[in-house]
């Protein structure tokens, strides 16, 4: 595995990958990986015969400038853990390499980019818009992996391959979780042992709405699941939201769609945690 910090390195690495008709598997991450990149870079080794990882932490994508320094920066323990999985090369620029001058692309994906996430982090996706298609430009991947915990990112992202002129299949991978439950996250890193144990409260309180919502109504298990967040000692819920698995926007009927996704987000003390289950589809 070779760790990669300019561009142009990366372009004459894969260029020489390429005239050997190599097939390309870009993960693009924010490092701090863990069990849940892991997935992603196994299935991308399975699937195709070069793999590359962006270790980024994308300035652009946070609207909340103590996030963005507080978020954890583990890129040799990100190294170790991508050597294993078989990745061949990490790519891990400065921010000047990425932008060398300011991004002022504009990414509208409305109504996909204007609820949920986008309500709330307003320029969070047009951030990711812009590092993610720089990352398409630069590395031209035949396929690109991301996790469906980040399920409204996914959804934009597919969307802009659909409307800008990439040539990519962009793979969703299942959301990973620890064996109680709690979906893997790089901010999972920043909660203390309480804290760690109160933010379970969000998957059960997800996996229990399941089953609550086979004789609920809809709106009744949106009821529920606030509920439960509401009465868990030291979690503060920002939004839960039942919709659309395809438009994200929300239902208030299970008749309405056949794709019906619950999409959370938690405040743990300082620590926003996101979470999504399926009830349709």
């Known amino acids: 595995m070779k760790l990669i910090q300019t561009i142009s390195e990366l372009r004459a690495e894969l260029d020489a990958f390429r005239k050997e008709g190599k097939t390309i598997g870009l993960i693009p991450t924010m490092g701090a990986l863990h069990a849940g990149h892991a997935s992603l870079v196994n299935r991308a080794v399975a699937e195709n015969d070069v793999v590359v990882v962006s270790d980024f932490v994308n300035p652009t994508q946070f609207n909340d400038q103590n996030d963005l320094l507080k978020y954890p920066r583990t890129l040799e323990a990100d190294c170790a853990l991508l ?29 996909l980019d204007t609820v949920m996430e986008g309500k709330y982090r307003p320029g969070h996706f047009n951030g990711v818009c812009q590092i993610v298609s720089k990352l398409f430009l630069m590395v031209e991947p035949d396929r690109a ?21 990439f040539n990519i299949q962009i793979v969703g991978c299942p959301i990973v979780r620890e064996e109680d439950g709690l979906a893997l996250s790089s901010r999972n890193a920043r909660l ?22 086979k004789s609920r109504v809809l709106l009744e298990t949106k009821q529920f699941v606030e509920d439960c967040i509401r009465r868990a000692p030291g979690l503060e819920l920002e939004y839960f939201e039942i919709v659309d698995g395809n438009t ?5 009927a299970w008749d309405e769609s056949n794709y019906i996704v619950g999409c ?16 349709k589809g």
Do not use: H, W
Not at 97 to 102: A, G, I, K, Q, T
Not at 195 to 208: D, G, P, V, W, Y
């Open 83 to 111: 050597e294993k999985c078989g990745a061949t090369l990490v790519f891990a620029p400065s921010v000047e390499e990425v932008y060398p001058e300011p991004d002022t692309r504009q990414f509208s994906y409305a109504p």
């Open 145 to 165: 992996y991301f996790g469906e915990k980040d399920f409204q990112q996914l959804a934009i992202i597919r969307e802009m391959v659909r409307k800008y002129p």
């Open 192 to 213: 203390t042992a309480e804290q760690r144990k109160e933010a379970l409260q969000i998957s059960k309180a997800l996996f229990a709405s399941v089953d609550f919502s």
């Open 248 to 252: 994200l926007q929300p239902v208030k």
């Open 264 to 279: 959370i987000t938690v405040y743990c003390g300082e620590v926003r945690l996101i979470d999504n289950i399926k009830y």
